[in-house]
Structure formats: structure tokens, C-alpha cells
């Protein structure tokens, strides 16, 4: 595992936007697993400005993202399908036809036609990921056991707490979602982790300072061997 320390969220972004855009250039038709949440924004921000000058080519990039809340159409202002279009998609030079987010209203067979996908696309090059204040990655929640494949999940409490300042109540936050399972994660050939703030520092601590244990699912990354966390200083005080 290897640490970028920024010194805050910009250079966070920037940093770990670098690693994604060399990925693109080493591979121009590299397969991209894709995260949502505040903290890859502004590494999106970056990408979108480097593929207006030109810099960065997206033509060729296939892109698969981690998951999606169970009952939200694409077109849901809170679903991460709209989110990846507003928030990338639809800035970049990328054919729609290659980006990817589990469907979270085709039912259960979608978990086993994303894992079947991610395979057909030869696996993910590089995943992006986020971190839940409790551990989580994608929508892997803190368990008894690592789910290996794409799986339905019950948010916990605290996740939904965390999340509902996108929806207009708690109540509206979804109760489950679909996410990719840690197999999916540690096969991809590289993962970066974006972390930004004290409200990441417990968490980041628990997840690489501490036991590899289902309770905190980010804590598996210990095992990849090329994991990258890019993280600014609020988020590594604890370390
Ligand atoms: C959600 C997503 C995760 C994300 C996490 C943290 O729960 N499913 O993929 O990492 O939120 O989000 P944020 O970056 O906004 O703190």
C-alpha cells in the first residue's frame, strides 16, 4: 500500500486525478471502475478540464461503476447513473455506450449480468474508490463476512445518515443498494482511494492501521498489491 499525502482536497483531486489520467494514456481503451460520492469530484473536475485542451483522450475508455441504490431509475437526480452523467459523462468525450452502473431496478439477476460484464470487459485496470465513515467501500457494509460478487445490500443506519443530505428527507433515502462485491474490487489490477476530511480519519485508521476484518470492509485493500490511498492531511490525522 502506498499513501499520497495532500494538503487538501484540491490537491487530493489533482493528485489523484494524475494517477487516473496515466492509466488512460499508458491504456487508451482501459477499463475504468468508477466511484460517486463528494470526494472523486474534484478529481472528475480535473479529467473534464485536461479533455478540453485536449490532453486527455476518453473515446476509447470503458468505465464500470461500483453501485447503485435499489429503486432508482437512471434518471433519478439521486441515482448514481445521473450523478456519473452530471458529474463526468457528460463532459468528457466518453461513448455513452461504454460506461456501466448496476441497474437498480432490473431485480436480482442484475448482480450476476454486472459480475458476468466486468468479466467479458477483461476486469477493471483501475478502480477509484471512496470511503464511508464506517469503513465502507462501494456499498459494502461493515458484516460478518466479505461478500465476494455484485450483491443487494441493507444500508445501515449511519450510511443513509450520511447520505441523506442528497435527498430531500431521510426517509427518501433509499434502504438498500447494489454494489460491487470485494472480489470485484481487489481483482481490479490497480485501486486508488480518495479520502479527504476529519470525518474519514477514524475510518481510514480502522481500515489500514488496524485488522483485516469484515467490520470494516475498506480494511481488505491491505491485501492489494497495488493500492493506492491518496488522502489530504484531516484525513490522515489519526495516523
Ligand atoms: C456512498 C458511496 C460510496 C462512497 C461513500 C462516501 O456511500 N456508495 O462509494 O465512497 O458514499 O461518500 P463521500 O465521498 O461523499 O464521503
Redesign the pocket.
Known sequence: MRIIRAKDYDAMSAAAARLIAAQILLKPDCVLGL??????VGAYQNLIAWNKTGALDFSAVRSVN??EYAGLTPDHDQS?AYFMRHNLFNHVNIDLKNTNVPSGISGDGECQRYDKLIADLGGIDLQL?????NG????NEPDDHFSLGTHKVTLTES?RQ??KRFFPSLDEVPTH?Y?MGVRDILQARRVVM?A?GT??AQAIKDAFFGPVTPQVPASILQYHPDFVLVADEEALSLI
Open positions: 466511484a460517486t460520492g463528494s470526494s472523486p461500483l453501485d448514481y474508490l471512496g470511503l464511508g465513515v465502507h467501500i462501494g456499498f450510511t450520511a447520505n443498494a454494489t480518495v479527504s470525518s474519514k
